[in-house]
């Protein structure tokens, strides 16, 4: 079940979209092991017809499941995009696809949540990262270079 908008249902008015979206449908294809999309992803949204084109308005709200890139340890993000909004033209050389009077917004969706996806997961920005001994490195003031320091080549 896409996210789509039957055109003939916004000539007399907007049309206002609420619910949860699968994660098979959202096809992110994640290669990523920090990062996975367990849970659907909801959306509230208003979409109008205007001037030769379409605007969609709303909020989207994903989690991800995540692995700290430091640290290993596994936590919960929340992707809301409050303000979300998508202008599609129906006409001209970048119109949307139409198919039997229907315009699929969930590759425009894909993107946008994709853009918010983080980089390098951090359970805390002041993470330490992995502890050697029960100390992290930072706590001894050592660094992982010291050992490699001591090679006389």
Known sequence: MSLKVNLRHLEPREICLKGELPVGELDFDL???????????????????VSHGLLAQGRLVLSLDCRCVRCLKSFKKTIELANWTLHLPLEGEDKATVDNDCVDLTPYVREDMLL?????????????????????????????WDELNKLKL
């Open 31 to 49: 290669r990523d092991e920090m990062l996975q999309v367990r849970e659907p992803m909801h959306y509230d949204v208003r979409v109008e017809k």
């Open 116 to 144: 918010e996806f983080p980089q390098h997961p951090l359970c805390s920005p002041d993470c330490a990262g992995l502890k050697k001994n029960g100390r992290s490195q930072a706590q001894t003031g050592r660094s992982a």
